[in-house]
């Protein structure tokens, strides 16, 4: 997905968390945690049911450009600034973007930022659920929590 079409994209939201850790930690540690928490045979059996074009983790690890974990590719990797992923499958068209700023000396502001298109009856009714009942949110809220604990030195 090139730029133009990422942007293109609807926002639909974004968290925010801060890491004591400088950019270089954070994104160690970002990349450590997605690629856990969708190389889990639960993430999976998800990609799969969905039909996500990108079902398996294939490509250089850590996470480049061009490396896929399950539901995602990464569409552009800058090293301890912003980190781009994008997918697709039957419901949506998506991306979740990271990005990494200085909060303070030492200190990394995490923001994830979500951009999404859910086309069709189908498509509708997914992004419904999805955002009503709040399970986008938490499992994002989640991979942040799970970075910040990660990084935090």
């Known amino acids: 997905m090139d730029a ?14 801060v890491v004591g850790a400088d950019a270089e930690v ?71 973007l990271f990005h990494l700023d200085e909060a303070a000396p030492g200190r990394t502001r995490l923001r994830a930022e979500t951009r999404a298109r859910f086309p069709g009856p189908a498509g509708a009714l997914y992004g419904r659920l999805l955002m009503t009942t709040g399970g986008h949110a938490l499992g994002v809220r989640r991979l942040l929590t799970e970075v910040r604990r990660a990084g935090d030195t």
């Not at 133009?4 to 968390?17: F, N, R």
């Not at 999976?44 to 983790?57: K, Q, S």
């Open 4 to 17: 133009a079409a990422l942007l293109s994209l609807p926002y639909v939201d974004e968290h925010t968390t």
């Open 26 to 96: 954070v994104w160690g540690a970002l990349g450590a945690v997605l690629e856990r928490s969708f190389g889990s045979g639960r993430a999976v059996m998800y990609a799969r049911l969905v039909g996500c074009a990108d079902r398996t983790a294939s490509g250089p690890h850590p996470l480049q450009e061009g490396s896929t974990i399950p539901g995602f590719r990464v569409a552009s990797a800058v090293p301890g600034a912003e980190l781009v992923l994008v997918g697709r499958h039957h419901f949506s068209t998506y991306a979740l």
